[in-house]
């Protein structure tokens, strides 16, 4: 496998910012994707990171990425899972929560509200990851909202970047993201 | 965020005066209705806030809890300044203050209508009010006869008119019949919708007069920084 962190940050440098990307990657890859993503691109260009998790709680990813002093001041999370797994969900305010990931306007409204509370950052938003959501949504209404926040983003001069696992792919839901990215980058 | 000039009156809640096509109808009567805890108290704070901010001076009439109480329940507003309650920019007051609070047979008669209403009129002229909310007109509309209520609300819409002070009546509950809705120039619905077992607080336009308003269901999030909106999935 090669380095995943140049062939993000660099295709993420070409395409600039209102740009819907979707990184395809392996499992093992997760969180060397997840510091590129964090580390090497958003804190490198001082950018707010909005990281939208579904697939793994906010506590978690926050505690990997300080246990690898990598800076988190600039990073929020809307988290969809922690409620749903009666996970703690409180005492951060960098972290706000999403009852369900079935209750997907509130994942747009929530990103709104990061943004309205961080007026004037340049940010990029993080989708973690479309297959997690995908099994807790119809395709068809998960389309839809990709729509909408990929339009939401792109509309406000941010990086939109999607997830999604490889191997947990099925052949609608690669369609479906053929549909809302403009570009579909897979991590080699 | 200025009020806007002509017909509309941006209200300065973005999400609103997009959804309602740039705003209410200037010195108009806008019913806001919906069940308990769906965040009509809270969207006609945002309203006051809003046109406060703006240097538009603002009431507040209760017409159940005390000033008191309301100041003490309400959520962090991160969007509002406490100097626009400090220096009478929005003004919080009880029903109780205007009239004579006289009951005939525990009933509001009709005089003692017109009394609330040239006092409430009186108040706004008074103090150049811009925008006024009456939350709610449930307790109102029990003590008076449904002539008297009738009768009440169209005064009051025309005076408020002659003003040009735009209001919101906050009505409790989802009759859509009401004497409020009758007479509004607009109607606003908040209420609860469920979707395969999740709640959601969404907001309808069901009416708002001179504007080709959208018709969709809205998602409604009320937050420290305001009052948010995004369309109601179909997935269709």
Redesign the interface.
């Known amino acids: 496998m090669e380095d995943i962190a140049p062939q993000i940050t660099n295709r993420l440098e070409e395409l600039g910012p209102a740009v819907s990307v979707n990184f395809s990657l392996g499992i093992e890859g997760y969180f060397d994707t997840l510091t590129a993503l964090i580390d090497r691109f958003c804190n490198a260009k001082k950018l707010m990171c909005i990281y939208i998790s579904v697939n793994v709680p906010s506590s978690t990813i926050m505690s990997a990425l300080e246990s690898l002093e990598i800076s988190t001041a600039k990073v929020r999370f809307v988290d969809c899972i922690s409620f749903a797994t009666m996970e703690n969900t409180g005492g951060d305010d960098r972290t706000v929560y999403v009852e369900s990931p079935t209750m997907l306007e509130y994942i747009v409204l929530k990103m709104e509200y990061l943004l309205r509370k961080n007026k004037g950052e340049q940010f990029m938003v993080v989708l973690d990851s479309v297959n997690s959501l995908a099994a807790h949504n119809e395709v068809r209404m998960l389309y839809e909202f990709m729509q909408v926040l990929m339009a939401s983003v792109k509309s406000r001069g941010g990086y939109p970047v999607i997830l999604s696992i490889e191997e947990q792919m099925k052949p609608e839901l690669r369609e479906m993201l053929m549909l809302v990215s403009d570009q579909m980058v897979t991590l080699k | 965020m200025a009020a806007s000039p002509g017909t509309r009156f941006n209200t300065g809640i973005d999400c609103i005066d997009r959804i309602v096509g740039g705003g209410f109808p200037v010195g108009g009567m806008v019913s806001l209705t919906g069940p308990c805890g769906a965040g009509k108290t809270l969207l006609a704070i945002e309203f006051l806030i809003r046109g406060g901010l703006a240097g538009q001076k603002g009431m507040y009439i209760s017409t159940m809890h005390g000033v008191d109480k309301l100041m003490t329940f309400l959520p962090q507003l ?1 969007y509002s300044d406490p100097k626009l309650f400090e220096k009478g920019t929005i003004t919080l007051k009880h029903i109780d203050e205007m009239g004579s609070g006289e009951r005939d047979d525990g009933k509001i008669t009709h005089a003692e209508s017109a009394a609330i209403i040239d006092d409430i009129i009186s108040a706004v002229n008074k103090e150049g009010i811009k925008r006024l909310v009456l939350d709610s007109t449930n307790p109102l509309m029990a003590e008076m006869d449904s002539w008297v209520a009738s009768s009440f609300l169209l005064t009051l819409s025309k005076e408020l008119f002659k003003s040009k002070c735009t209001t919101i009546l906050v009505t409790e509950g989802d009759v859509m019949n009401g004497h409020e809705q009758t007479v509004a120039d607009g109607i606003m619905l908040l209420g609860n919708e469920v ?2 077992g ?1 709640n ?1 607080r969404v907001l309808e336009v069901v009416k708002m007069s001179g504007v080709a308003h959208s018709r969709a269901k809205y ?1 409604v ?1 009320m ?1 420290s ?2 009052m ?9």
């Open positions: 991160d979707r395969r999740d959601f998602v999030d937050t920084e305001g948010l909106t995004t369309p109601m999935l179909r997935g269709l």
